[in-house]
Nanobody, 128 residues
Framework: HVQLVESGGGSVQAGGSLNLSCVASGFTYDNSYCMGWFRQAPGREREAVAAIDNDNSLSYADSVKGRFTISYDDAKNTLYLQMSRLKVEDTAMYYC??????????????????????WGRGTQVTVS
């Protein structure tokens, strides 16, 4: 049973920074996998923000490139999202997700939401 728990959200002024964390448990890292951060603003669809795979290949949405950094600490089983130069339009619920990539069937580069079956409950980020 995979469990993902996000933390680190909050309220910040535009131009500020926040660091999100996602602790993963129950996931056995014995295959190719992809971990990602997604966000959903009110009235909008959930979108991919950043992703990292087991080879440490990274991808970012164009809207956050240069401002956000995704990383993973395998010793702590924790996925991070460092967010800087935050904008009002970054306001959203942020979710982490993780899943296996069997047989190269999908790519972790700017992944699609429907590739993931394991999701956290989210952490709210509000930029004013």
């Amino acid at each position: 049973h995979v469990q993902l728990v996000e933390s680190g959200g909050g309220s910040v002024q535009a131009g500020g920074s926040l660091n999100l964390s996602c602790v993963a448990s129950g996931f056995t890292y014995d295959n190719s996998y992809c971990m990602g951060w997604f966000r959903q603003a009110p009235g909008r669809e959930r979108e991919a923000v950043a992703a990292i795979d087991n080879d440490n290949s990274l991808s970012y949405a164009d809207s956050v490139k240069g401002r956000f950094t995704i990383s993973y600490d395998d010793a702590k089983n924790t996925l991070y999202l460092q967010m800087s130069r935050l904008k009002v339009e970054d306001t959203a619920m942020y979710y982490c997700a993780i899943d296996y990539i069997y047989g190269g069937m999908w790519s972790c580069f700017k992944p699609q939401l429907n590739e993931f079956t394991n999701w956290g409950r989210g952490t709210q980020v509000t930029v004013s």
